[in-house]
């Protein structure tokens, strides 16, 4: 039988971490669908993982050499540069030669074998039973490679890397059968990088069933933090009556 949930839900990290910093954050932006203007980190964040995935895309297969990763990462520089300002443009630069450099290590360690990738930005999903209906998580993958390392690409400025998506990627990895040997996220600003502990699995689901049953059961309350300094809803966070708690919804509404 078809169950709401089958059908109209398709959950995706980022949503559950959106509910877990600020419930009424996440009524505003996704169920309330309060516009919302796209922040410039957001895009550019956006423009860098283009280009990475094209570099990936278009990387000669019988070149596979520490020259040609230069070669190919300082012509996106040359080329690319041009289209930012000049604060993103200094940014997209550095960003791009860390990137450059840790291909470099990459090659270094895992070899030519395993240096292109399997896949370059895969969307896989997975279902999961939470009291008796069937969800659907699903995870954009940066990149996977033959030896099993999955990379998520961070290009913003914050370092903490989040347990939720770390265990919501595993979770899809696992049941896909995708043998994976590590996830990593790599933050190309600060040169440092995260890998996925397996207990993040455990938590992540934790935090999928809180989801979960506080959007079906419209549990959103306001949960301050130093988000609200720069939360685009500050404004109407407190203007907007409380919603009814614990009132049963249908899921189909908050799609
Ligand atoms: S201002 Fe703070 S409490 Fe209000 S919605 Fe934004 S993050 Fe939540």
């Not at 999961?128 to 659907?136: A, D, L, P, R």
């Not at 933090?225 to 966070?237: N, T």
């Amino acid at each position: 039988m078809r169950t709401a949930f089958k059908h109209h839900s398709r959950i995706y990290p980022s949503q559950i971490r959106l509910y877990d910093t600020c419930p009424r954050l996440y009524e505003l932006e996704k169920v309330l669908r309060i516009p919302t203007v796209k922040n410039r980190k957001a895009i550019f964040g956006e423009i860098v993982h283009a280009h990475i995935a094209d570099y990936f895309r278009y990387f000669p297969q019988e070149e596979v050499e520490q020259e040609t990763i230069k070669k190919l990462t300082q012509e996106m520089i040359t080329c690319n540069s041009l289209m930012f300002e000049e604060e993103e443009r200094k940014n997209y630069q550095e960003i791009l030669t860390n990137f450059q450099n840790f291909e470099i290590v990459r090659l270094g360690k895992f070899g030519e074998e395993n240096y292109l990738p399997l896949f370059i930005e895969k969307e896989l999903e997975a279902e999961i039973g939470i009291e008796g209906e069937t969800v659907e998580v699903r995870a954009i993958l940066d990149i996977g490679f033959p030896n099993g390392l999955v990379i998520d690409w961070k290009t913003g400025e914050r370092k903490r890397y989040s347990r939720i998506q770390s265990g919501i990627i595993q979770y899809i990895l696992k049941k896909n059968k995708f043998n994976s040997k590590d996830v990593l996220f790599v933050f190309l600003q600060s040169k440092t990088m995260n890998k996925g502990k397996e207990e993040d699995e455990e938590y992540a689901i934790e935090k999928l069933y809180e989801f979960v049953e506080g959007v079906k059961k419209r549990i959103f309350p306001k949960q301050e933090s130093e988000i609200c300094e720069i939360c685009f809803f500050k404004g109407y966070c407190n203007s907007q009556e409380e919603p009814k708690k614990e009132t049963e919804v249908s899921w189909t509404s908050v799609t």
